[in-house]
């Protein structure tokens, strides 16, 4: 199964901040990533899909790029609403394989 | 606008089994699979496996395998999973998702308890 290893666990960030948030793919995955968001008791919202593209309604300030085997989602300028669980997902290869989270909190 | 509602809360004793159910709609079942996923209390997402309604395909990922059951029925646009042989440690959300993980259930939760 492929790994999708994401780092880091948890972040304490400040409103304004920029947030890069990673997830390295075992094997080659091409651009078959998703990112989203989870806030607590909601179901995940895919933020970013095919590793780059931005889903519809999504605001700017979130972003996603590829470097090799290496996956980044980026939130520009943090706003209080971003405070979330952030998930990445490879579907290039059955089973499909999430990474383990990262929790955005405020400091 | 698509929209899947799952069922509502389930209770299940050790040992048995319970269905859950995610009705679609806006979409058409037959398009796509659709997904399966689990989210253990404060851990990341699972993916369970994931159902094609045109063909009946079904994917599991091992570790579900024999544990979850994905039909569906494409005349009420809806699909099943059923959890075999519950145990305390499948107390958990469960949640559906369409193929592109675009639109997703609003989950439910599963309790095993005797």
């Known amino acids: 199964d492929i790994q999708m290893t994401q780092s880091p666990s948890s972040m304490s960030v400040s409103l304004g901040d920029t947030v890069t948030i990673t997830c390295r793919a075992s094997?080659?995955?091409?651009?078959?990533v998703n990112w989203f968001q989870q806030k607590p008791g909601m179901s995940p919202r895919r933020l970013i899909y095919r590793a780059t593209n931005l889903a519809d309604g999504v605001p700017s300030r979130f972003s996603g790029s590829r470097s090799g085997s290496d996956y980044s989602f980026t939130i520009s300028s943090l706003e209080s609403e971003d405070v979330a669980d952030y998930h990445c997902?490879?579907?290039?290869?059955?089973?499909?394989?999430f990474g383990s989270g990262t929790k955005l909190e405020i400091k | 606008e698509v929209l899947l509602q799952q069922s509502g809360a389930d209770l299940g004793k050790p040992g048995t089994s319970v269905k859950l159910s995610c009705k679609v709609s806006?979409?058409?079942?037959?398009?796509?699979?659709i997904h399966w996923v689990i989210q253990r209390p404060g851990k990341g997402l699972e993916w369970i496996g994931a159902i094609d309604p045109a063909n009946g395909n079904i994917l599991y990922t091992e570790k579900f395998r024999g544990k979850a059951t994905l039909t569906a029925d494409t005349s009420s646009n809806t699909v099943y999973m059923q959890l075999s042989q519950l145990k305390s440690d499948d107390t958990t959300i469960y949640f559906c998702?369409?193929?592109?993980?675009?639109?997703w259930g609003q989950g439910v939760m599963v309790s095993v308890s005797s």
């Open positions: 806006g979409y058409n079942i037959r398009n796509n699979f």
């Open positions: 998702a369409t193929y592109f993980f675009d639109q």
């Open positions: 997902l490879q579907f290039d290869e059955y089973p499909l394989t």
């Open positions: 094997q080659d995955v091409g651009i078959s």
